[in-house]
């Protein structure tokens, strides 16, 4: 979706994507509720969530759409982690994406709530509840053990260090 360039409002850019997600998630029994917005140490912002029963998506945007966690019930899943555990660790989400105007970021957001999100959109518990489960086991690799170049295994070399 082309939008027209705007100047930094964060609850600006937060209406516009509204309009985006409106689209998902009214049909699918969500509701938008407001939430704060205004200056802060970190620079203005605005947060919002769709709501629908024990489901929940939180928004936040300060110089764009930025966090995005997903509710149901007590679990939850921040959106990278999210799409990470429901694309078997593989890439292939579109939010966070590379856009030129903050509210393009809701166009990307759309994008994984019709796809890999979509189980969460249409209120499928237990495979959110497999997703969280996942990322319990499957703890993200961070540093050399990211790219499979660390070998964590010690050997022993008579002196007691664990090291070779």
């Known amino acids: 979706m082309k939008h027209p360039a705007a100047p930094h409002d964060p609850a600006a850019v937060l209406a516009a994507g509204r309009q985006v997600l409106d689209a998902i998630l009214l049909p699918a029994g969500f509701t938008y509720v407001?939430?704060?917005?205004?200056?802060?140490?970190?620079?203005?912002?605005?947060?919002?969530?769709?709501?629908?029963?024990e489901r929940r998506i939180d928004l936040s945007v300060r110089w764009q759409l930025g966090l995005v966690t997903y509710h149901f019930?007590?679990?939850?899943?921040?959106?990278?982690?999210?799409?990470?555990?429901?694309l078997g660790g593989?890439?292939?989400?579109?939010?966070?994406?590379?856009?030129?105007?903050?509210?393009?970021?809701?166009?990307?957001?759309?994008?994984?709530l019709q796809g890999p999100a979509r189980p969460f959109v249409q209120g499928d518990k237990a495979r959110f509840l497999e997703l969280v489960a996942w990322v319990s086991a499957n703890p993200r690799r961070h540093g050399f053990?990211?790219?499979?170049?660390?070998?964590?295994?010690?050997?022993?070399?008579?002196r007691g260090s664990g090291r070779a």
């Open 34 to 53: 407001a939430g704060e917005s205004g200056p802060s140490c970190g620079g203005r912002f605005a947060q919002a969530a769709y709501v629908a029963g």
């Open 73 to 86: 019930g007590d679990a939850s899943l921040p959106h990278d982690e999210f799409m990470r555990a429901a």
């Open 90 to 112: 593989r890439q292939g989400n579109a939010f966070p994406g590379f856009e030129r105007d903050p509210r393009e970021a809701f166009d990307f957001l759309a994008q994984d």
């Open 145 to 158: 053990g990211a790219i499979g170049a660390l070998d964590t295994r010690k050997e022993d070399d008579g």
